[in-house]
Nanobody, 121 residues
Framework: QVQLVESGGGLVQAGGSLRLSCAASGRTFTMGWFRQAPGKEREFAAAISWSGATTDYADSVKGRFTISRDNAKSTVYLQMNSLTPEDTAVYYC?????????????????WGKGTLVTVSS
């Protein structure tokens, strides 16, 4: 069983930036970030294939968020710029144990406990 541990959340003013990190305890393939705002369902934010050659973004974060990974460190990152209050949510790291690159919530095999990002106006 692979464990995922997120870090880097916190409070930031609108227009600011944060970088989230997620360290995996074992080998994973596709890794992604999902988020869940209060009273809303968990939604996809960004994902990256094992090689890093393929990245996917939700329309709401495209152009502002950048996902990357360092396989030597078994870590995935999410650089978040130009944050708005609408980005406030718990951000979850997730990963697949299959090499097939799929990015839906239901396709993820492993989940972290989440890290809270709060953007003040």
């Amino acid at each position: 069983q692979v464990q995922l541990v997120e870090s880097g959340g916190g409070l930031v003013q609108a227009g600011g930036s944060l970088r989230l990190s997620c360290a995996a305890s074992g080998r994973t393939f596709t890794m992604g970030w999902f988020r869940q705002a209060p009273g809303k369902e968990r939604e996809f934010a960004a994902a990256i294939s094992w090689s890093g050659a393929t990245t996917d973004y939700a329309d709401s974060v495209k152009g502002r968020f950048t996902i990357s990974r360092d396989n030597a460190k078994s870590t995935v990152y999410l650089q978040m710029n130009s944050l708005t209050p609408e980005d406030t949510a718990v951000y979850y790291c997730a990963a697949r144990k299959s090499v097939v690159h799929v990015t839906t919530v239901d396709s993820m095999d492993y989940w972290g406990k989440g890290t809270l990002v709060t953007v003040s106006s």
